[in-house]
């Protein structure tokens, strides 16, 4: 038992569980953040009311998401004390002041913004409330700068010193904000963060069209939605190249692991699948093509590669995880680039709105950007594993004086709570979406016409058409 | 020795974001306090509406304080959260479910009763929660080798719980007089009784917290009651009673601003004295504000941001409730 489930064990459970989730919601809120900016700004610039009616739609689904964002991101900012104290005493000098950025660039900013955003479009003329909201977009970017750079900085920590205490303490600032790994994990991040959201959105626009292809609401959602797929998945892709490479120079061990590398050497192959067997050091059943790994990794098919075998063995990370959510995401970035080309050629020939099978596959993906978000961070941050800071400070030694019943029940608390409190509030976005959209916010929230007798039903029936 | 003191510079920046939190949050926590003491839903949904656009905002000051307190006090950060431990997870699972009631309240019928509760109830906990949380500090920590070396329950005591309640009352009278200056008719009516009996107790609670503090530690004793300190701070229990008087007469004459004033007053004169009480310790008797302090690169770096930042903050905050003045209706809001 003490083996099994000691405090830092748990300690690590809570964190990964209690981020997990929350990265969920912000990850949700800086996409649709920015859409609602770009909606607002096209209704600003057309005068087409189909974009306020995609906004006003968007809009309460990112009201809830917010909150859900707000309270488990508290969390967080209180759990590297309570769980993880002496890391923080250790690395507070250097992390907390960009925490501190966040706080007082990112966080002040949204929350200041949010009210006149959701509340306020009476109060203030419409052009001051497209100000609120591109500041609350721009709030939710910047949130995303300070906190990836405070993560890559655990990654690939530059610019500091270590003090007589044994504090880490900055030495240069600039080298400690753009940290190598920083600028590709920045724009990896953000860019998954928009993708997730464009295919919610875009599947949430699918359900409507496949019930009715002229609602006009659910067509800009899906028409835009898939111009992300096809323009920036591929994108992301080349972005996640760049980060490996940059991963495999700072921290090769993570690479080996994703890879499922044991053995390094010149011309090593890529393994499609296979069954990483961590004790013997060796993957069992491999379907691998052969240089492939070396050609993607150096760029060239006999280019040299560090397998785990060449690090200490206690420096290894879990490759069992490693290897699979490295694949999850991978997969799903390829399907996703092929739904992007799928709905070029539906384009091309016009008929986006026709394409019903694309459709269908549009809403099975709505939620798999954010299981391939998941499987990233799972990927990045199991792969910095046995360290919280990496090569330099150890998970076992970073963790508070808290013995493992007190943490084992907080975990449990964290768990039931979480799993009530943010279903329920999944729940309500799942119904959120599917109202139908462009009816007004006095209309039953389900479209089916029972509104008999008051106004609103035959224009409601002429929407969904024949 | 640098020019400026910046530990001490950052342990008033700390302190203000605090009071700014307490005082803040504290209205509209109070609000979640009372929310059952209220006569029907239409009133509940207008208070609710009442804080909505700004609620977030508010608790802001609350990640500020504490990562604040990571970023220029790593060590006293990394000592009073695993003290703290139980009243500070207490204190964030009871914001969850206040923070998204707010949302989620709107968005079903059915089980709008449960979130209404959840309201209730995460606003109760989290002001408890914060309430003996203090307490504890202000009792004492115990602390070995740059870490804590109590036990699990050490922050629970007499004292403590005691400072939980008399928070959840405070709070409970900056939320009813929120209510009296953002309300009208029925509603404020009502606000206007519940003021009575929360104000009476937030004042008999500070009176007992008053009096119980020195004797916890020789040093408090020394602090408040030496010669000729007694001298220099009786303005503060003096300000205390010309506060009451003015929260009173206030409530007396239906004024529907001096109340919410007047209860602001009480607590940042409470909040003064307990910073005087705490003077120079960051954690008392255990830790000081230079010791538990960050390198000056690091709070100049982000003294640097915050000099700049906070008066922007604070004027787009001060917008944000202008926008938002005047009463507030039952049908405000998008929902």
Redesign the interface.
């Given at each position: 038992m003490p083996e099994l489930f000691d405090a830092v064990l748990l300690a690590r459970i809570q964190f990964a569980f209690t981020v997990t989730f929350h990265i969920l919601f912000p990850g949700f809120t800086i996409g649709l953040a920015s859409y609602l900016a770009v909606l607002q700004g096209l209704a600003l610039a057309t005068g087409r009311q189909v974009y306020m009616d995609v906004y006003r739609y968007w809009?309460?689904i990112f009201?809830?998401t917010?909150?859900?964002g707000?309270?488990?991101?508290?969390?967080m900012?209180?759990q590297?004390?309570?769980n993880w104290?002496?890391f923080?005493?250790?690395?507070?000098?250097?992390?907390?002041?960009l925490?501190?950025?966040?706080?007082?660039?990112a966080?002040?900013?949204?929350?200041?913004?949010?009210?006149?955003m959701?509340?306020?479009?009476s109060?203030?003329g419409p052009r001051l409330h497209f100000f609120a909201t591109l500041m609350v977009a721009l709030g939710t970017l910047f949130s995303a700068f300070w906190i990836l750079s405070v993560n890559s900085w655990m990654h690939t920590p530059a610019g500091y010193g270590i003090?007589e205490?044994g504090?880490f303490?900055?030495?240069d600032?600039w080298k400690v904000i753009f940290n190598p790994s920083f600028p590709y994990r920045l724009v990896h991040m953000v860019i998954a963060c928009y993708l997730s959201t464009a295919l919610v959105v875009g599947a949430a626009g699918a359900y409507h069209l496949l019930r009715d292809r002229g609602n006009q609401p659910a067509q800009v959602m899906f028409s835009m939605a898939l111009w992300m797929a096809a323009l920036v998945a591929p994108l992301q892709l080349v972005v996640g190249d760049l980060h490996g490479l940059n991963t495999l120079e700072y921290q090769p061990a993570k690479i080996a692991a994703m890879e499922g590398h044991f053995d390094g050497g010149r011309g090593v192959p890529l393994y499609l699948f296979g069954i990483p067997d961590m004790a013997g050091a060796k993957m069992d059943g491999a379907i691998a093509i052969p240089k492939l790994g070396s050609l993607i990794l150096t760029h060239d098919p006999d280019g040299a590669v560090k397998g785990l075998k060449d690090f200490p063995r206690e420096n290894w990370p879990n490759v069992d995880i490693l290897f699979w959510s490295f694949r999850l995401m991978v997969g799903l970035g390829l399907l996703m680039i092929a739904m992007g080309l799928w709905s070029l050629v539906q384009r091309a020939r016009g008929r986006l709105y026709d394409a019903r099978w694309l459709m269908r596959m549009m809403v099975a993906m709505g939620p798999m950007g954010f299981v391939a978000l998941i499987a990233g961070w799972f990927t990045t941050e199991v792969g910095r594993q046995p360290f919280t800071i990496y090569g330099l400070l150890r998970t076992s030694e970073s963790v508070?004086?808290?013995?493992a019943p007190?943490v084992g029940a907080?975990l449990l608390?964290?768990v039931v709570?979480?799993t009530a409190?943010?279903g329920?509030?999944i729940f309500?976005i799942f119904?959120?979406m599917r109202r139908w959209p462009g009816a007004e916010?006095d209309q039953p929230e389900i479209p089916p016409i029972r509104s008999a007798g008051i106004t609103p039903a035959p224009a409601v029936a002429e929407q969904r058409g024949p | 020795m640098p020019p400026i003191d910046l530990p001490i510079v950052w342990a008033g920046l700390i302190a203000f974001a605090v009071l700014a939190y307490v005082v803040l949050d504290g209205f509209d926590l109070g609000l979640g306090i009372i929310f059952p003491l209220l006569d029907s839903e239409r009133d509940r949904d207008t208070a609710v509406n009442s804080v909505?656009?700004?609620w977030?905002?508010n608790?802001?000051w609350?990640?500020?304080g504490?990562?604040?307190?990571?970023?220029?006090f790593?060590?006293a950060?990394?000592?009073?959260?695993?003290a703290l431990?139980?009243p500070?997870?207490a204190m964030?699972?009871g914001?969850?479910?206040r923070?998204?009631a707010?949302?989620?309240r709107w968005?079903?019928e059915r089980?709008k009763p449960l979130w209404d509760v959840a309201f209730f109830g995460g606003s109760l906990i989290a002001a408890l929660s914060q309430g003996v949380a203090l307490g504890a500090l202000v009792q004492g920590i115990s602390v070995a080798n740059?870490?804590?070396?109590g036990g699990?329950y050490d922050w629970l005591s007499p004292f403590s719980i005691m400072t939980g309640i008399a928070l959840v009352i405070g709070y409970g009278l900056l939320g009813s007089t929120w209510l009296i200056m953002k309300t009208e008719g029925a509603l404020q009516e009502r606000a206007f009784r519940l003021a009575w009996p929360f104000g009476l107790a937030t004042l008999a609670l500070i009176g007992v917290v008053s009096l119980w503090t020195p004797f916890l530690d020789p040093s408090y004793k020394e602090r408040w009651f030496s010669w000729p300190n007694i001298a220099y701070l009786s303005p503060v229990p003096l300000l205390v009673l010309l506060a009451a008087v003015g929260l009173f007469r206030g409530l007396a004459t239906g004024a529907e601003r001096q109340p919410f004033l007047a209860a602001l007053s009480l607590f940042v004169l409470s909040y003064v004295g307990l910073g005087i009480s705490f003077w120079p310790w960051m954690v008392p008797r255990a830790i000081t504000i230079h010791d538990a302090a960050?390198?000056d690169?690091?709070l100049a770096?982000?003294l640097a941001?915050?000099v700049f930042?906070?008066p922007i903050?604070l004027g787009?905050?001060i917008?944000?409730y202008w926008?938002?003045r005047g009463k507030v209706h039952h049908d405000?809001?998008?929902?």
């Amino acid at each position: 038992m003490p083996e099994l489930f000691d405090a830092v064990l748990l300690a690590r459970i809570q964190f990964a569980f209690t981020v997990t989730f929350h990265i969920l919601f912000p990850g949700f809120t800086i996409g649709l953040a920015s859409y609602l900016a770009v909606l607002q700004g096209l209704a600003l610039a057309t005068g087409r009311q189909v974009y306020m009616d995609v906004y006003r739609y968007w809009l309460r689904i990112f009201a809830v998401t917010f909150a859900m964002g707000v309270v488990s991101g508290l969390v967080m900012s209180y759990q590297f004390g309570t769980n993880w104290s002496v890391f923080s005493d250790k690395a507070g000098p250097v992390i907390g002041p960009l925490m501190g950025y966040e706080v007082l660039v990112a966080f002040f900013l949204e929350a200041g913004f949010l009210g006149v955003m959701l509340f306020g479009a009476s109060k203030v003329g419409p052009r001051l409330h497209f100000f609120a909201t591109l500041m609350v977009a721009l709030g939710t970017l910047f949130s995303a700068f300070w906190i990836l750079s405070v993560n890559s900085w655990m990654h690939t920590p530059a610019g500091y010193g270590i003090n007589e205490k044994g504090q880490f303490i900055p030495l240069d600032w600039w080298k400690v904000i753009f940290n190598p790994s920083f600028p590709y994990r920045l724009v990896h991040m953000v860019i998954a963060c928009y993708l997730s959201t464009a295919l919610v959105v875009g599947a949430a626009g699918a359900y409507h069209l496949l019930r009715d292809r002229g609602n006009q609401p659910a067509q800009v959602m899906f028409s835009m939605a898939l111009w992300m797929a096809a323009l920036v998945a591929p994108l992301q892709l080349v972005v996640g190249d760049l980060h490996g490479l940059n991963t495999l120079e700072y921290q090769p061990a993570k690479i080996a692991a994703m890879e499922g590398h044991f053995d390094g050497g010149r011309g090593v192959p890529l393994y499609l699948f296979g069954i990483p067997d961590m004790a013997g050091a060796k993957m069992d059943g491999a379907i691998a093509i052969p240089k492939l790994g070396s050609l993607i990794l150096t760029h060239d098919p006999d280019g040299a590669v560090k397998g785990l075998k060449d690090f200490p063995r206690e420096n290894w990370p879990n490759v069992d995880i490693l290897f699979w959510s490295f694949r999850l995401m991978v997969g799903l970035g390829l399907l996703m680039i092929a739904m992007g080309l799928w709905s070029l050629v539906q384009r091309a020939r016009g008929r986006l709105y026709d394409a019903r099978w694309l459709m269908r596959m549009m809403v099975a993906m709505g939620p798999m950007g954010f299981v391939a978000l998941i499987a990233g961070w799972f990927t990045t941050e199991v792969g910095r594993q046995p360290f919280t800071i990496y090569g330099l400070l150890r998970t076992s030694e970073s963790v508070s004086p808290i013995a493992a019943p007190a943490v084992g029940a907080s975990l449990l608390a964290f768990v039931v709570i979480y799993t009530a409190v943010f279903g329920a509030g999944i729940f309500y976005i799942f119904r959120l979406m599917r109202r139908w959209p462009g009816a007004e916010p006095d209309q039953p929230e389900i479209p089916p016409i029972r509104s008999a007798g008051i106004t609103p039903a035959p224009a409601v029936a002429e929407q969904r058409g024949p | 020795m640098p020019p400026i003191d910046l530990p001490i510079v950052w342990a008033g920046l700390i302190a203000f974001a605090v009071l700014a939190y307490v005082v803040l949050d504290g209205f509209d926590l109070g609000l979640g306090i009372i929310f059952p003491l209220l006569d029907s839903e239409r009133d509940r949904d207008t208070a609710v509406n009442s804080v909505a656009p700004v609620w977030d905002g508010n608790e802001t000051w609350l990640v500020l304080g504490g990562g604040g307190l990571l970023a220029a006090f790593p060590l006293a950060y990394a000592v009073v959260m695993p003290a703290l431990y139980a009243p500070i997870l207490a204190m964030l699972l009871g914001l969850v479910f206040r923070g998204v009631a707010f949302e989620f309240r709107w968005r079903t019928e059915r089980a709008k009763p449960l979130w209404d509760v959840a309201f209730f109830g995460g606003s109760l906990i989290a002001a408890l929660s914060q309430g003996v949380a203090l307490g504890a500090l202000v009792q004492g920590i115990s602390v070995a080798n740059r870490a804590y070396a109590g036990g699990w329950y050490d922050w629970l005591s007499p004292f403590s719980i005691m400072t939980g309640i008399a928070l959840v009352i405070g709070y409970g009278l900056l939320g009813s007089t929120w209510l009296i200056m953002k309300t009208e008719g029925a509603l404020q009516e009502r606000a206007f009784r519940l003021a009575w009996p929360f104000g009476l107790a937030t004042l008999a609670l500070i009176g007992v917290v008053s009096l119980w503090t020195p004797f916890l530690d020789p040093s408090y004793k020394e602090r408040w009651f030496s010669w000729p300190n007694i001298a220099y701070l009786s303005p503060v229990p003096l300000l205390v009673l010309l506060a009451a008087v003015g929260l009173f007469r206030g409530l007396a004459t239906g004024a529907e601003r001096q109340p919410f004033l007047a209860a602001l007053s009480l607590f940042v004169l409470s909040y003064v004295g307990l910073g005087i009480s705490f003077w120079p310790w960051m954690v008392p008797r255990a830790i000081t504000i230079h010791d538990a302090a960050a390198p000056d690169a690091s709070l100049a770096f982000l003294l640097a941001g915050a000099v700049f930042l906070l008066p922007i903050i604070l004027g787009y905050t001060i917008w944000a409730y202008w926008v938002f003045r005047g009463k507030v209706h039952h049908d405000a809001g998008y929902h």
